[in-house]
C-alpha cells in the first residue's frame, strides 16, 4: 500500500520527515509495519527551478535556436540556448540549471551550443517525464514564483512510502489509521478529518428506500441520497492527491469515493440513482445462476452465496467487492446515492477469490474495516461531492445497525506483562500506551480492564496488550536469556526421524525432494487418476469422495490430494518443458481420505518419479524400462529399514492397474504380505498427450505401513571364515514364468547353505524356441562353521533342481 507524507501531515505532524524520511520508515518497522521502498520524487528534481525570460534573441549562428536571458530569483541571469519557439520574453518557464539530471539519465551542465556557451536548458513536461507528448517548452502562469523549486511548485516534492501490511493490521490501510499509528509510536497529536456535513432538510429515505434481508453478511449499511451533481473531471489537489499514490482519476464523483477510502480506510459505492429500480436498494444473497456485468464489463456468473446490492430487479453491486455496469456514475448522472457499509470480511474475500477479482474495496473489507466508521465516511464523502461536483445532500439518511459490534474488554495486571516481557513493565507507561491507542482504562485493585477500539479487530485478549506494551516500549528493551535447562530435552518424533532418514536415502540415490502443496483441483486430480478403485488395490487408503476446501484459492486447490502421484506428475511435466530431459523426484508427505464412518483421515506416504536416462560419451544408454530405476531405489529404502520380506506382483486383473500408468510395466508391492504400495511406468497415452518424449515412471508407498515396527533391530552376525562356492545354473523356461517366482523356489529349497542367489544373464534369442527363454542362475553356498564338502554341495544342488522340476518343469539346459 502506498502512503503518501504530505497527504499523512494533514493529520499528524511529520515535518521533521520529509528531509529524513528513513527515520520514520525505520520507526513504523521496528513498529510492525515493514517499509519496503521509499521514493522522494523532489530528488528527481534537483537543481530544477522556475524561470523568467528577460530577453530573447536569435542564435547568431543558428537560425533554428534562440538565445535567451533567464533570470531564476535573486539577480542571478542564465545565458540559455533554446530550440523551442513558443516562447517568448516575458514567460515563466521551468529551467533545469547545471546539476540536474532529467529522466534517460540525461546530465545538465554547462555547454557550448553551435559556438556560444549555454548554461542550463528550458523544459517541456515531456523532457521531465511528466507527459508523453509536448509541442514545446512548458510556460507556467505569469504569477509564478520565479526561482521557486519546481517540485515544490508542482506538487513533486512529495515523499512516498510502499508499505507491507499485516492481515492483522487492517486499521492502517489508510492515511488517517497510520496517522493514528504515528500518533501512537510518536506521541504526537492527531488531528481528525472533518466530517461535518450541511443538508438540505429532505429525505434521503423518501428518493431510495432500503431493505437489509441478508443482515448476517452486512450488520451495518448507511446510505444518503445526492441531487444536482454534476460529474466533471476532478478539480487539480483532488488528482493529484490520487495520482501521488498510483491512482488514477475518473471523474469527480468516482475520486471522492476512492479518496475517502485512501483517507479513513472506509470503501464506498455511488450508485446513479436514475438506474436503481423501484427506487429501492435491498441488500441480500445473489440468486444462484443469475448473471451480473461489472464495472468493466465483465459477465460472471453467481452461485448463490455472494452478497449483493440489488433494485427490486437485479444485482447492482457485488457487496464489498465491485460495482454493477448498470448502475456505474456516467457523464450524465445527475443523482447519486451513497453506500457506506460494514460487510463481514469472510463475505467479501469468498465473494473476491471464488470470481478472481481483487479490488481496492474488496482488500480492505476482507481484513475488516472498523464499523464505527462507516457514517464518518459517508458524510466525508457527501461533503467532498458536494465541494466538487456541486448538488444538495438529503437528510434522513439510512443507517441500518440493529446490532452494534462492541468490542469485549480485556483485564491484565502490570505483573503479567512483566511476566511475560522478561523485564519489569512501568505502570504509567502501560497507561500511556493504552490511551494511545485508543482504548478506555479503567483500574481496580491490581487489575487493568482495557476496552480497545472498534478498529483493532486485534486486540482480543491479555497477551495482545502485551504484545502492543513490548512493541511501542520497543522490542530491544526484552532482555536476551537463555531458556534454564530444568528438564531433558524432549525425544525427536519417531516419525519425523524416519521421515529424515527416508530423505537422507533417496536424496543419496540421486533424488531431488519436492514439496507440493496437499490443495489440488478435483477435476484435473480426477482426470489423472481416474478410478481410485485401481489406487486402493494397491493397498493405498483412497475413496471416491473427496474432501473439500470450505474456502479455496481458486478451482485449482479446491481439495485435499488423495496421492502424491499427480503432483509428482505435475512436477515431471513442469521440469521437461523447461528443459530437463533427465530427473529424479521424491516427495514424503501425506493424503486424505474419508473414512466409513464420514470422519476425515490422513496417512504419510512417500512418493517418487523418474523420467529420461542419463548418457555421455563414456557410456551407452541400455534400453530398459526406468522403472527398473525406480525399482532399485525402492529396495534400497526397504534395505535400510530392515525389510527383507517383500516380493513385488504384477496382478492378473488389470482393473487394479491405475489408469496412469502402462499394464504391461507395473507392480504392486507386498511388505510381509501386505500391499503397501506400486511402481509403474506412465502410460505411453499419458505420456503422449503431454507431449513428455521420454520414458517416465512413478511410485507410491504407504510409509505408514513401511514404518511400522521401526526402527527394526539388527541382528550382528559375524564373518564367516570359511569359503563360499559358487554354482551356475542356465535353465530354458516359458517367457511367461516370472524369475522371482523361481528365485523364491531356489531360496526356500536351498535354505541352510544358500547365502544369495541372483540372475546374471537373460537370452531371448533367434536360437531359443518360440515363448521361451534362457535364464542364467547363479547360487553362493556356505556353511558358517565348516569348509564345505562335495557331499553337502551336490546334495543342496540337486534339492534345488528336483524342487524346480516338480513345481515349474524345469531342467538345466
Known sequence: MKISLKWLHDYVDVTEFFQKPEVLAEALTRGGLEVEEITNRAKDFNHVVIGHILEKDKHPNADKLSLCRVSTGEGVVHQIVCGAQNHKAGDRVIVALPGAVLPGNFAIKKSAVRGVDSAGMLCSLKELGLATESEGIAILPADAPVGKAYAEYGGYDDVTFELKVTANRADCLSHFGLAREVSTLFGKELKVPSSELKTNGKSSKSEIALDVKAFDLCPRYAGRFLKGVKVGPSPAWLKARLESVGMNSINNIVDVTNYVMLELGQPLHAF???????????????????????????????????????????????????????????????????????????????????????????????????????????????????????????????????????????????????????YEAEEHKFVDFMKRLGCEINKKGETFTVLPPTFRFDIEQDMDLVEEYARLNGYEHIPEALPALAAAPSFQDKTFMLNRTTSELLRGEGFQQAVNFAFVGSKAQKAFLGSLEALKATGLAATEKEIRILNPLNEEMD??????????????????????????????????????????????????????????????????????????????????????????????????????????????????????????????????????????????????????????????????????????????????????????????????????????????????????????????????????QETQINETTTKILESLKKNFDLSVR
Not at 460487510?343 to 464499523?371: E, N, Q, W
Not at 443507517?399 to 491484565?412: E, G, L, R
Not at 502402462?662 to 499419458?686: D, R, Y
Open 559 to 788: 481439495v485435499m490430494r488423495s496421492s502424491l502421484s499427480f503432483g509428482l506428475f505435475k512436477n515431471l511435466n513442469h521440469n521437461f518443458h523447461s528443459g530437463n530431459m533427465q530427473g529424479r523426484l521424491f516427495e514424503i508427505g501425506s493424503t486424505f481420505f474419508v473414512k466409513d464412518d464420514g470422519s476425515f483421515a490422513e496417512g504419510s506416504r512417500a512418493g517418487m518419479a523418474i523420467w529420461g536416462r542419463a548418457s555421455n560419451l563414456w557410456n551407452k544408454s541400455l534400453d530398459y524400462p526406468v522403472v527398473y530405476e525406480l525399482k532399485a531405489a525402492v529396495e534400497v529404502l526397504l534395505k535400510s529399514l530392515n525389510i527383507s520380506s517383500y516380493t513385488w506382483v504384477t496382478p492378473a486383473n488389470k482393473s487394479e492397474v491405475p489408469e496412469f500408468l502402462h499394464q504391461g510395466q507395473f507392480a504392486q508391492l507386498l511388505v510381509e504380505g501386505k500391499k503397501v504400495g506400486f511402481i509403474g511406468t506412465l502410460h505411453p497415452l499419458l505420456l503422449e498427450d503431454n507431449k513428455i518424449r521420454v520414458p517416465a515412471a512413478l511410485a507410491e508407498l504407504d510409509l505408514d505401513q513401511l514404518y511400522k515396527g521401526q526402527p527394526r533391530p539388527y541382528r550382528i552376525q559375524s564373518v564367516s571364515k570359511f569359503p563360499i562356492v559358487e554354482r551356475d545354473f542356465a535353465f530354458v523356461m516359458p517367457k511367461a514364468l516370472k524369475v522371482g517366482d523361481v528365485l523364491k523356489d531356489i531360496r526356500k529349497a536351498g535354505a541352510g547353505l544358500l547365502l544369495n542367489v541372483d540372475v546374471f544373464d537373460l537370452y531371448e534369442g533367434e536360437k531359443m524356441e518360440a515363448g521361451k527363454k534362457s535364464v542364467a542362475i547363479r547360487i553362493w553356498l556356505q556353511d558358517k562353521n565348516a569348509t564345505l
Open 272 to 422: 446513479d440513482a436514475a438506474f436503481i429500480n423501484g427506487k429501492k436498494i435491498i441488500v441480500d444473497r445473489a440468486v444462484a445462476g443469475e448473471k451480473f456485468i461489472t464495472l468493466d464489463g465483465t459477465e460472471i456468473a453467481l452461485n448463490g452465496a455472494e452478497l449483493t446490492i440489488r433494485d427490486v430487479n437485479h444485482p447492482v453491486c457485488l457487496a464489498g467487492v465491485v460495482g454493477g455496469k448498470n448502475s456505474g456514475v456516467s457523464d450524465s448522472t445527475t443523482e447519486v446515492f451513497l453506500e457506506a457499509a460494514y460487510f463481514l470480511p469472510m463475505s467479501a474475500r469468498k465473494t473476491s477469490r471464488s470470481h478472481g477479482i481483487d479490488t481496492d474495496s474488496s482488500y480492505r473489507f476482507a481484513r475488516g474495516v472498523d464499523p464505527d466508521g462507516t457514517l464518518r465516511g459517508l458524510n466525508r464523502a457527501a461533503a467532498l461531492i458536494l465541494e466538487v461536483a456541486g448538488g444538495e445532500a438529503y437528510a434522513d439518511h439510512h443507517d441500518f445497525y440493529p446490532n452494534p459490534v462492541k468490542k469485549a474488554p480485556v483485564d491484565i495486571t502490570i505483573k503479567t506483562v512483566s511476566d511475560r516481557l522478561g
